[in-house]
């Protein structure tokens, strides 16, 4: 979260990329906690015929800042038909067992 120490809280990641078809108009777009924060349509990714993988989280124990730093990703999404958008807030589940005063 742009800096070299956490602020504890969970953020929403959405990134959206199309290969480029002639060598200058792929598309990258990403949004950060449901603000977009780049928006190129002239993107060269330097390939044809699109990708094979996707690597999550690959570069966590040797960052720009030089020490290891755990990250935890939840709710990984893809979508091949449009944006997905933040999870929306729910309110907590009862508790199990029925809640207070329930046998254990």
């Known amino acids: 979260m742009e800096g070299g120490v956490g602020d504890g809280k ?3 990641y959405e990134i959206h990329i199309k290969m480029d078809t002639n060598g200058k108009d792929g598309v990258a777009q990403w949004w ?3 603000r977009k924060v780049i928006e190129r349509h002239d993107v ?12 999550i989280g690959s570069n966590r124990n040797s960052p720009a ?7 935890e990703f939840d709710d990984v999404a893809i ?3 449009g944006r ?4 929306p807030k729910r ?3 009862p508790p199990a067992g029925g809640g207070a005063g329930a046998a254990i």
Not at 49 to 54: D, E, K, L, S
Not at 65 to 71: E, H, Q, S
Request: charged share 15%; net charge neutral.
């Open 10 to 12: 969970w953020h929403c």
């Open 32 to 34: 950060l906690d449901d």
């Open 65 to 71: 800042n030089g020490r290891d730093m755990a990250i």
């Open 79 to 81: 979508s091949r038909t």
């Open 91 to 93: 309110a907590a589940p």
């Open 84 to 87: 997905i958008g933040p999870v």
């Open 44 to 55: 060269r990714f330097g390939g044809h015929g699109g990708w094979q993988q996707i690597v």
